[in-house]
Every structure is written in C-alpha cells, then in structure tokens.
C-alpha cells in the first residue's frame, strides 16, 4: 500500500506552488520560523491544532481544516498496522459474556 499524501504535499502541491508563495514568505506571514513550515512540508512534522488555526486563518479556511487532512493522514498510515494492533484484543461482548 502506498503512503497518503501528507497534509505537506498538498500545501505544497496544493497552495504555495500554484499561489506562487514561498514557504519562507509563509513562515514569516503566520508567524512561526522557517524551519516549522519546511519540516511540514517534508512530512517531518505534523500539522498541530495551533497550526491548522494558522494555515487557516492564511489561506482563509476553517481552523480545523488542516488539522482534519493532518488526522486522516495519520489515521490511514496507523491502518495499515491494524491486524498487529488488534492481535489478541477480544471484544467487549466476549468478556461481557464470561462473567
């Protein structure tokens, strides 16, 4: 299975490439350093809550708008492990019904 997209490659792909802003001029207009906006991009950092508000007050969108791209993100990549995480988990109803 391949890797989503991460919410980085859509502010790329999606926002700073076809808008023509620099993910420095970004940084600056947001308020936060350089670096942050670039780990982000790269996938190397995640879109926090406080950030999302910030993306969104930028592109003018909702304040949950990338932190919901950041959690389907990272939901789809948790999902491709879910057979070892719910290895040996019996379901409620099975413990309910051996009491």
């Not at 780990?39 to 950092?45: I, L, M």
């Amino acid at each position: 299975m391949n890797d989503p997209i991460t919410p980085g490659e859509i502010l790329l792909k999606g926002y700073l490439k076809p808008m023509g802003i620099s993910q420095n001029a970004m940084a600056r207009a947001i308020g936060v350093a350089p670096r942050a906006i670039n780990e982000n991009v790269h996938g190397r950092r995640s879109i926090t809550p406080s950030m999302s508000i910030r993306f969104g007050a930028f592109f003018n969108q909702s304040d949950q708008f990338w932190h919901g791209i950041q959690v389907e993100c990272d939901f789809r990549k948790i999902a491709r492990d879910k057979p070892r995480l719910i290895d040996g988990i019996q379901p409620a109803t099975t413990l309910a019904q051996n009491l």
